[in-house]
Antibody
C-alpha cells in the first residue's frame, strides 16, 4: 500500500526541540519531492517546508526559516523535520505529504499523498 | 493572514452549483499553477485539482477549476451532502520561494 506514517510528535516546552519523522512505503521514495504542512487546532493549512527528491534543495515558509530543518534519508525511505526554538504558535497537527510528480520544478509541487499527521503541542 | 484569499464560507442546496474563489498576486497565482484540496472533517487533505484545472484519477468531473490572472476558481456541481468540507487553494510563491495556501473555505450543503 502507498502510505505515509508520521511520528515524533508530543508535548514540548517553549524553546525546546523535536524531530518529526515520516516513513514512506509503496512508491519509489527517492524520486519524489516531499513536504510538511501543518494545521493549528481549528485553523487552516499552513505550508511549512519541502525538499527535492535527492535532498539537495530545501524550501521553508518564513515561519520556519532558521528554526526548522527538513531532511530525508532515501536509504530508509524516511522524511524528517527537525524543529527547534519552538513556540506556542507552532502547536499544530503536522502532515507529511508527497509531491504528485517527480520533478525539480517547484511550480508543480502539488501534494497528492498525505499522512494522518502527528500532533505537536508547545506548552509549559 | 494567508497569502491567498478565500471566502470563509459558502453554502448551497443539494444538487446546486457552488464556486469558491482564490485571490493572489503576480508572485503566486499570476505566474504559477494552482491546486485545490478538499479536507473532510477529521481527515487529511485530498488533492482535487492540479495544474490549474486537472483532476487526479478518481476525482469526479463534478469538480472543476479555472485560473485567470491572479485569481482562481473552484466549481462544484451537483452538490451532495458528502461534499461538506473545507476547501483550500494552493500554489507556489516565487517571491517567497515557498508554497502557500489560502485560508480555506467551509462549504455547507444546506
Amino acid at each position: 500500500d502507498v502510505q505515509l506514517l508520521e511520528s515524533g510528535g508530543g508535548l514540548v516546552q517553549p524553546g525546546g526541540s523535536l524531530r518529526l519523522s515520516c516513513a514512506a512505503s509503496g512508491f519509489t521514495f527517492s524520486n519524489f519531492p516531499m513536504g510538511w504542512v501543518r494545521q493549528a487546532p481549528g485553523k487552516g493549512l499552513e505550508w511549512v517546508s519541502a525538499i527535492s527528491g535527492g535532498g539537495d534543495d530545501t524550501y521553508y515558509a518564513d515561519s520556519a526559516k532558521g528554526r526548522f530543518t527538513i531532511s530525508r534519508d532515501n536509504s530508509k525511505n524516511t522524511l524528517y523535520l527537525l524543529m527547534s526554538s519552538l513556540r506556542a504558535e507552532d502547536t499544530a497537527l503536522y502532515y507529511c505529504a508527497k509531491v504528485l510528480v517527480a520533478t525539480m520544478t517547484t511550480a508543480y509541487w502539488y501534494f497528492d499523498l498525505w499522512g494522518r499527521g502527528t500532533l505537536v503541542t508547545v506548552s509549559s | 493572514q494567508s497569502v491567498l484569499t478565500q471566502p470563509p464560507s459558502v453554502s448551497a442546496a443539494p444538487g446546486q452549483k457552488v464556486t469558491i474563489s482564490c485571490s493572489g498576486s503576480s508572485s503566486n497565482i499570476g505566474n504559477n499553477f494552482v491546486s485545490w484540496y478538499q479536507q473532510l472533517p477529521g481527515t487529511a487533505p485530498k488533492l482535487l485539482i492540479y495544474d490549474n484545472n486537472k483532476r487526479p484519477s478518481g476525482i469526479p468531473d463534478r469538480f472543476s477549476a479555472s485560473k485567470s490572472g491572479t485569481s482562481a476558481t473552484l466549481g462544484i456541481t451537483g452538490l451532495q451532502t458528502g461534499d461538506e468540507a473545507d476547501y483550500y487553494c494552493g500554489t507556489w510563491d516565487t517571491s517567497l520561494s515557498a508554497g502557500v495556501f489560502g485560508g480555506g473555505t467551509k462549504l455547507t450543503v444546506l
